[in-house]
C-alpha cells in the first residue's frame, strides 16, 4: 500500500522560511492532485495548499503571498516553500493525495514551530 513521506518540518524563528517535502513510497496510486493541510495545537485540520495534476493551485488565505505549494502531481511529489513564517502557522502539516475517485491518502505528519 503506497505511503506519503513527509520530511522538511522543525524549529524556526518568526520571519523564517522552511519547505516541507512529501513523497510516496510503495504501492500504486495516481493523484489527481497533491497538497498540504495543517492542525494547529487545539484546533481542527484546514486546508493550506493544492497543486492538482493540471497545475491548478490553491491556497488559504492566511497563506497567500507567503507560501508557494509546487511539484509534479503525474510523481507523487508535492513541495510548500514557507517563507516569512508567523507564530500562527505553528501546526502539524499533514501532505494529502486525492485520486481522481476521491480516495485520501494522507502522511503521518509533520511539526512545524514558528517560535523566537
Not at 524556526?12 to 494547529?40: D, E, I, K
Not at 481542527?44 to 497545475?55: F, H, I, K, N, S
Not at 505549494?69 to 517563507?83: E, Y
Request: proline share 4%; hydrophobic share 30%; charged share 15%.
Amino acid at each position: 500500500q503506497m505511503q506519503l513521506v513527509e520530511s522538511g518540518g522543525g524549529l524556526v524563528q518568526p520571519g523564517g522560511s522552511l519547505t516541507l517535502s512529501c513523497a510516496t513510497r510503495g504501492g500504486t496510486f495516481r493523484p489527481y492532485a497533491m497538497g498540504w493541510y495543517r492542525q494547529p495545537p487545539g484546533k481542527e485540520r484546514e486546508l493550506v495548499a493544492t497543486l492538482t495534476a493540471g497545475d491548478s493551485t490553491n491556497y488559504a488565505d492566511s497563506v497567500k503571498g507567503r507560501f508557494t505549494i509546487s511539484g509534479d502531481v503525474s510523481r507523487n511529489t508535492v513541495d510548500l516553500q514557507m517563507n516569512n513564517l508567523k507564530p500562527e502557522d505553528t501546526a502539524v502539516y499533514y501532505c494529502n493525495a486525492e485520486s481522481y475517485s476521491g480516495l485520501h491518502l494522507w502522511g503521518q505528519g509533520t511539526l512545524v514551530n514558528v517560535s523566537s
